[in-house]
Structure formats: structure tokens, C-alpha cells
């Protein structure tokens, strides 16, 4: 009888800590009362531990319960992404009888209607959402689920170090060529000095205690609102204008946007205890470099408000 | 007797355009007479044509192709991209006898040294050189062989538009200040008024005839120079300053940069008879947008020539 | 007056063959009548040309068409990502009056339900499909417009020639152990002898002339047909392993899937004029190396009904 | 004076975990005593940490860190990648005196030679190798550097779940012919009986305590050994179909090829402490479906002798 290899005991009794599948697609509708449904069509990774006495887990076990839940996402009246995994977490361990711990990634496109800043015209905005989840099952059978939301999304970002030099360079010019100390400041109120921006992209990942809600919509708003300005994917020329003064009123290092996101989660995100983890992320594509800058921040609510006195 | 299935008849008797191997990285050293040897980690695309009267072509002749032209560069003196692709062409026709068209693209990074522009640091520098060879056999066994080099070339692109808005903007608020026409002449010259810049990609590819000869460090420097400034991996304070200054005293659109590389094309070039192709593309990744920019020429120097009046 | 900066004369007076945006990703939902919508996030890239008068495209108005398509695309009954390219194309004349040449290129994921083929289990399918449109404007303004569009499936393809090397030395064993060319007949009846097999990548691009319907759907079921077998996100122990033993009774080369491919194209869309371009692509990530394996035909309807006789 | 704004005290005063560069290239030249130097591409990542009295770090000291440090790597005489991005962290600490941790990453190919296993082809092998050290700084100025190293190396890897089907369903068509248990036994041992089979990765990182050495070569060993077979980029017919039947005499799960990693290491790194940290992952882009199979186990050698009972 050849059948059930999996189940068997293999050869080297090792325990392997995660095991499962990778680069799956599906789509997935998130029905939201009366809104109109959140459509997504992200990637999944799922993943389950394997004791040493077993062989292999049931590989096709966990693609089928991604279908599952995927399915009856319908029923439910609110759901969020991070329902999505959690749920995907406890059909896991129902059909891995043999795990103790099981694991979800999803990250995906997600789209939203956006402004342009001066005329208005609507176009749609692309940001990539991610959710994960994590599950511990102990010797009784009790399952403890953490799970994570977050989000990555693209901004643009003006180095303030390179806009001082221009500034002090000018400032020299203007005073060779006769200006006042006093027409300078005006000047240099009148004029946006140029510097290097670029491309940023801002992620956050918040852990959501159980009983408690995090909103992906207002962790998109608190990257976009850190970094110099927003993008936008339709521009005309006045709003275009517009982007770039503002963006150069508000330049900003990479270390600045990050820590601007950790006050921003730290105000928003008052009622999450202590223990939450949160993980803030920003790299910036520099126009000046072939290379990419980089500032993170791994920490809990707790460290975080302490280290701000908030 | 099963073997050598590849030779027998197919079931569906039509011609195939191109059969091959992709995604093959191999190291190549380019030993050019005393100075220091080139090295490169390229990828290699190769393809033959297959007949109708064919089942496969013999696919481990392709890859066997490459590891001999690979092994004997040492033995040359001179020997460039173009002759590597050239030479792998030629084997493919010798090891395939049944092909009538035979192709090479190999492309990798390429590293050059560099001097940051005030302070003169020295570090390295990364581009992309990319050669292409094709050859067509006639009925008596003459065979023609066509081949490109080129190369991608990162840089900073400012834009013009929004600077020129900016400008506007900064004479009307200097006038309401009260600074006279003279003044601002004299303001503007002094302070680099801002933009939005960003990564900028510039793509050449030249045609060189037999008997031809088409630097490819020529063509780097042509794509370097077209568009706002140059990147560097290594900038000290004084020279960030420098190149952000230059690079917004030089603002230019996605299509100035192919506009700037066809013009030094044709003067860097102007031995290429007419119908040598050429290929121009530059793509700029938008510091105010989530998109790229695109502009590309792909046209010949007589036809390039003609539209110069030069 | 700065303004407008792109209306001016350029100092290098040349054409370009295609400015525009490219990696701008948006929503689109296809309504077909009682069916359900069909959704996609495909990438979009638009292009038009650019006459050696003007300095530049007017960047904002490419985006802006593709949303102001996008919206309208509810309004119409039947739809397809043919016609929405098509409408995009002739929304890039009316913007563009500058432009002689527009062109849109299209690709996204595309999910459809499948079922495993022995126990009917159900679960998602993706794959990828593309849309070209290519517009050419005469001197009287008379537009023409070419489109395409196609698919690209992924599938399993198993070797032929592994297969008869392995059955040439399995007959050799048999000889040897003293068993009849008789048994050995009914033995390799019975038994499915290994060989390599891997996932293959099929693609098919086919010209839809004005007034002609080419099916997508029938484009994606010509592909998953071409290779050994096709491949599912679900299976259950029984359909792996059918799906093993299917693609192993129908061992492919890569260049059979081309072939394939081409003569279910011919035999499907027998009505498409003799000038249709078709192009069809296979590449096999094999498992016996770290590189790919590539077949390819570009030609016409008429040219491959004449290479076929059909 | 507007300069150095990075020393200035940041308005958010929050410390950052991890502030530097990504995505940075260069080419390094290993020497090893009379052996042909090892020449890599690698790619870089770097970051030091940022305290929160600080508002950034000095951006260009730290790719000017990889500059020097690769430059100097000609004078050492035994040089190992783990070394050198030691030397990287040093260099850290000592340009960025604000940081108590410092951090480098460094991956790229590494090319060996291969000879194919019948024919003795010989030809070029590429594999992925990676090193990662991290230092912290004590309050005192002593600095603790933990380091590792490993590869990421391509296989193949055959299902022994499917075959084990398709045997059974052979013995059934054998027997259902009049083939006796004995003839069974004789023929299954004579036919190689298929499986699906694809490109598996295989990935392991180990520390390398000071004082004690890892050699890469054994890494990538270990893992070559540890799939079903080794895959070749040059293959001749009969090499072909060796490397087939020995993948299809050895088949493995993503979870056996994870565990024999586990326990070839633990044979060969004897030597190694309790605490070295072991990171194995095999990764299978599955010939069946469109998605992937994983298993990873990360632990330290204590842990993994412990359950082995090596």
C-alpha cells in the first residue's frame, strides 16, 4: 500500500518550523454593508509547522482553504482584511490536525478614488495593502491569533540637507550682488528653492489585538501625510505646481518620514495597548544615486510612547 | 529505436521563428591587450530558426555554444561585446546546420570607476551594456550577420514645466514685494528655483556595420551627458549641492533626453553609413506620479541625419 | 510667459516614435450584458508620436484618457479589452491633435473558476491577458487602427526525449531479466515511464481586423490544450495524480507547443483574413537547469495556412 | 549657517532601528593565496542605528564604507565574504560614532565550474551566495559582531507522493495482464515510474562564531545533495538522462529536502556551538500548479542535534 506518504514517519526526525505554499493569487471581494465591495486580487502565503514524526504536511489542504474562506466572505456583513486571515489561520489548524502553529500572508493592489490637489480631477489611486496573521495552538487545543494590518504606498520626498546648501548658496549670491539682509528673507519666501526629491514609498504594519480595530484607510492616510507630499497618477499643470511647492515646503530626510509615521500611528492609534508591535518602514528611490535610502523602525505602542512622552 | 527524436519529422510541419535558451548568466572576461580585463556576469538570450521538416532543434548545442566562444575570448587580443555576440552567431550556424537564421542578446552590468564632481571620491559606478547579433544564411550557405551594441544609463532628469510654474509664481511674489524687473533678473540668476526631478533612465542601442567600430563607452557617456546630470553612488556634502544645482540648471523633459542622445549620436557617430539603425529610449520614474515617463526613436542615421540637416 | 512649455519648438528638431506613460496600473470592470462584470488591475502603457515641431507631448492628457475610457466602459452592453483599447487609441487622436501615430498596450491578471479533473474540486485560475491597439492617422485625418489581443497560461510540459531514452533503457532491463518483447509491449502499456517536466509559459497574440471577433476565452483554451497538461491551484491526491499521467502520455517539446498552438489557431479562427498577424510563444522553466527553454512564431494567418495546407 | 542639518536634534525625537542604503552594487574581488581570485557583483544593503537626539545619519559615509573596504581587500592574504562584511561593520561603527548597531547584507552570484555527469561537459554553474553581519556597540565602546553565511542554490525535485500512485496504479494494470508479484517487483525495479518533478531553491544560512570558519563551498554542497538531483546547464542526451532517472530514484518533498539540509549540516559543522543560528528553506515553483511549495526551519545547531540525537 503506497498511499498517504505524507502521514508516515520520515526518515530524519527533524521538526520543520513553517511549511505550506507560496505566490498564490485569488480574488477576493470584501462585501462592506451597504459600500460597494473592496475588490483585491492578492497574494497569498500560507504556512503550517510539521512535527517530526510526520513526513509531509497535506500540501493541497491549504489552497483549499483559502478557497473556503475566500467563498464565504459573502455571509458576513463586516469584514476586514484582517478578518481574511484570521479566519484563513483557524482553517488551517482545522485541517492540519497535526499543527500547532499556522501562518497567513496577503499583501495586494488595492484602489481608491483620489483628487488632484488644485482642479479636482479624479483618478484612481493604487496602494498595496498587506495583512498577516499568526497562530499558536498550545497542548490543550487553545489557539492564540496575533494579527498584523498594514500598508505600503508611494509619496514623494525632498532632501532638506541639499535645499540648505542651495539656500546658503544663494544667500551668498544675493549678497554679493548688493541684496539686504532683510530683502533676503523676503526673497527666499518668494522663491522655492530647488533640491533632490524622488520617489518614496512608506510602509506600516500594525499588530490588532483581538477586541480591538485597525483601520487601513487611516494607516494609507498616515504614510501619505509623512512624507514631503502625495502623488498623484493626473496632474494638470497648476496642480503640478502645486505638488512640487509643496513638496519643497516640506522637505523632508528618510529618517524624518519614518519618525513622522511612528507621532502619526502613536496619536491615531491611542487606544491600542502597550504590547502591540509596530513596524514602520520608508525607502526612498534618491535621484542622485543608483542606490535606495532606507529608515525602519521595529518597536510596540508601548516603547514608542514612552520614547515620545505621549 | 527511440533516440535523437529531435531529428525526426514533426507531426505539425510549420516553421518556427526563433527556438532557444533564455535566462542563461555566464561569467565573460574581455582581455583587451594590456589594459585590465572587462568583467562581466551577462545573461544570454540565443535562438535559432527550425524548419518545418524538424521536430526540435538540438538544444544543448546552444548553451555548448556559448561555454566555447566564452573560453577562447582569452585567446584574441581586441575583442568587444560585438564580437563575442558575432562569434557565438557563427558557432550557432555551425552547430545547428539546419538553421537559416540565427540570434544572440547578452546583456549584464558593467562597472566603471568614478569621480564625484567637487570633491573628486573616487567609488564605482554601475551601468547596463547590452549587444545584439543576428545572422541570416542564404540558400548557399553565405551567411549575413547584423549586430547592435548598446547600453541603459541612470541619471537625474529636473522638468522644465513645473520649474517654469515655480518661476511665474516667484515673480509674481517678488513683485508684490516690490522688487523691480531688474531685481528679479538679478534674484533668479542667484537662487535655483525647484522642480520635480527623478531617476531617469537613458536606453542606446547602435547598429555597427562590418567593418565598423562603436564604443560602447561612447555610447555611455552620450547617454550620461543627455539628460539633467549624473548620479553618483558616492557624494560628499559639496558635492550634492553641485549636482543638484547642475542638474536644475539643466532642466529637461523625458523627450529632450532622446531628443539631446539622437543629436550626439549623430555628431559622436558620423562615420555609421545611412541604414545603420539606431534605437533611442529614455524612461523617467516620476518623483509626482506612480508612472514612468516614456520617449523613444527607433529610425536610421540617414534618416536621423536628414531630420538634423546635419 | 512661461506657460506651456511643451508647445514650443524644440532646439533639436526630430520626431520621436512614441512618448507617453507606461507602469500605470487602474481598475477596470467589463460589463457583458446578464454576465457578471468581469474585473481587472491591469498595467496600462499609451504612447502616441511627437513631430519635430514640438517640444513635448502634453503629458497629463494620456492618463487622463485612459480614466475618462474607463469610466464610459459601463455605459456599453458588449465590451472587450480589444474595444477598450481601441477607444483608447481614438481618445489619443482627439487629445493629441499633434499626433500621427497612438498606441496602448494592456496586461493584467485574468481570474476564472476551474474545476480539478477528477474529483471536481473547485478553485481559481489565473492567467494573463494583453490588449494592443496601434493607430495610424493619415494627412486628411483619416484614422486606422490595428488591435490585437492574446493570452498568456501557464501549464506542464514533459519531455519526449528524456522519455525515450528512459523507455530505450527500461526495454534494455527488461530484455535482460528475460522478460518477451510481447510482455514488454503491455509492460510500458502499463507502466508510465518518467521524464523531466516543468512548468511552461504558452502565449498567443492574434490580430482582431475591424468587424472580426476574436475570443479571448478560446484563446486561453487553445494555449492550456497545447501543452502536455494543464496545472491547478487545487488538487486532491486522485487528480495529481491524473494530471501526472496525462502529461506524461502526452510528452511535449517546446517547440511542439508552438506548433500546437498554431494549428489550433488556424483550425479555431479559420473566418480571420490571410493578413491577421499571430503570434505565438512557448517557454518551459525546465527542471533539469537553471535556464529556460523558448520557441517562437510570428507570421500571418495566410502564411501559416499555407505552411499547414489548411 | 544652514549646514550639517543631519547633527541637528530632530523635531520628533524618536530612535530608529535601522537607517542606510539598499539596493548599492559593486564589484569585489576576493584573493585567496595562489588561487584564481573569486569575483563577485554583489549587492549591498547597509544600516547603522540612529538615536533619537539625532536628526540623521550621514547618508554617504556608509556606501564611502564599502568603497574603502573593498578597495583594501587586495592586501589580506585569506579572505573569506564573511570578512569582508565584517570589516564593513567596523568600518560602520567607527564612520557613524552616533550608532550602537551596524548592519550589512551582501548577495550575488557566484560562478563555479561544473562537469556534466556522464559526458564530464564541462561548463559555467551559477548559485546565489549570501553573507549578513550584525554588530552592537556596548555602552563601554566594546563592539560584538555576529555574522553569517550561506547560498541559495538551484535543484530538482520529484514527487514521491505522485509516483507512489502511479506505481500503484501500474501494479494494477500489471496484475489485471497476468503479471505475477515476482515479474512486478522485477519490472518496477527495471522502469522508472514518473513523477511531476521541477526546479526546486534551496536556501541555508549558518553564523559563524568568531573564531570558527564556514565554508561556503560545504553550503552549497549540502544543499546540491540535499533535492532530488543537481541540475546542469550544459547536458548531453545520456547526461540528460541520468540526471532524470537518478531525480526519479530519489524523490523528496519540499519537507525532506528542508530536513536532509538539516541533517547534513549538523554532520558537517560538528564543530559548531549550541548557539550558531541555522536558518534551511527549500522552495519547489511546482510543475502541477501555479503556485509554490516551502518548507523552512530556522533554529540553532543545539536545538537541531537535539532532535537528531547527533
Known amino acids: 500500500m503506497f498511499c498517504d506518504v505524507q502521514a508516515t514517519e520520515p526518515d530524519i526526525k527533524i521538526s520543520l518550523t513553517r511549511v505550506g505554499i507560496t505566490n498564490l493569487k485569488k480574488l477576493v471581494k470584501i462585501y462592506r454593508g451597504n459600500k460597494r465591495p473592496i475588490i483585491l486580487l492578492p497574494t497569498f502565503e500560507v504556512f503550517v509547522d510539521l512535527p517530526s514524526s510526520q513526513k509531509g504536511i497535506h500540501m493541497s489542504r491549504s489552497p483549499e482553504v483559502i478557497e473556503e474562506v475566500i467563498e464565504n466572505l459573502v455571509i458576513k456583513e463586516t469584514y476586514g482584511l484582517e478578518e481574511l486571515s484570521m479566519g484563513i489561520v483557524k482553517k488551517l489548524f482545522e485541517k492540519h490536525e497535526y499543527a500547532s502553529r499556522a501562518e497567513v500572508l496577503i499583501y495586494g493592489d488595492y484602489v481608491m478614488e483620489e483628487k488632484s490637489p488644485v482642479t479636482n480631477k479624479e483618478s484612481q489611486e493604487i496602494c498595496k495593502i498587506i495583512s498577516r496573521a499568526y ?176
Not at 509619496?155 to 548658496?169: F, M, R, S, V
Open 135 to 310: 497562530g499558536i495552538k498550545d497542548s490543550e487545543g487553545n489557539i492564540c491569533i496575533k494579527k498584523m494590518v498594514g500598508a505600503e504606498v508611494v509619496g514623494i520626498t525632498a532632501c532638506p540637507c541639499a535645499q540648505n546648501l542651495l539656500k546658503e548658496k544663494a544667500i551668498e549670491n544675493l549678497k554679493e550682488k548688493g541684496f539686504s539682509d532683510e530683502d533676503i528673507i523676503k526673497i527666499l519666501d518668494s522663491v522655492v528653492v530647488a533640491t533632490h526629491n524622488q520617489r518614496g514609498i512608506g510602509t506600516v504594519m500594525i499588530e490588532v489585538p483581538n477586541g480591538y480595530n485597525v483601520s487601513i484607510g487611516k494607516i494609507i492616510n498616515i504614510i501619505k501625510k509623512s512624507m514631503s507630499g502625495e502623488v498623484y497618477e493626473l496632474l494638470k499643470r497648476v496642480d503640478e505646481s502645486y505638488v512640487v511647492e509643496m513638496a519643497h515646503r516640506n522637505p523632508k530626510f528618510v529618517e524624518d518620514c519614518a519618525r513622522e509615521m511612528i507621532k502619526k500611528i502613536v496619536e491615531e492609534f491611542k487606544y491600542l495597548p502597550d504590547d502591540a508591535q509596530v513596524l514602520v518602514r520608508q525607502v526612498n528611490k534618491e535621484s542622485i544615486h543608483r542606490h535606495d535610502a532606507f529608515a525602519e523602525r521595529h518597536s510596540t505602542m508601548g516603547e514608542l510612547r514612552r520614547e515620545l512622552n505621549m
